[in-house]
């Protein structure tokens, strides 16, 4: 079975803060986006936008697209948890 993929929160902390010394409010001046929601993507209480993603990638690399893939596999990855209780069964084609 397959683990828990990281919020790419973690990845934004990790590998584009720490190795830089930038603190939140510092890197979300820099991005243009408030330091409020800057912490809350970090601390994996927000996601990815398109529009992050976009910055992210401006501003320390890595396509907006990988940035969007990370924040998906997450997602699914949660969403397949409570999957048992979402009651949709196969659509069968009629004759």
């Given at each position: 079975m397959m683990r828990n993929?990281?919020?790419?929160?973690?990845?934004v902390l990790d590998l584009c803060l720490k190795?830089?010394?930038?603190?939140?409010?510092?890197?979300?001046?820099?991005?243009g986006v408030s330091r409020k929601h800057l912490s809350a993507?970090?601390?994996?209480?927000?996601?990815v936008s398109a529009d992050l993603a976009i910055r992210l990638e401006k501003a320390f690399g890595g396509?907006?697209?990988?940035?969007?893939?990370?924040?998906?596999a997450h997602?699914?990855?949660?969403?397949?948890?409570?999957?048992s209780q979402i009651k949709v069964s196969r659509i069968r084609r009629v004759a």
């Open positions: 993929p990281p919020h790419p929160g973690e990845s190795p830089l010394d930038l603190t939140i409010t510092d890197a979300a001046a820099h991005l993507v970090i601390n994996g209480h927000a996601n396509s907006a697209e990988t940035w969007i893939r990370l924040q998906a997602d699914l990855w949660q969403a397949k948890q409570d999957a």
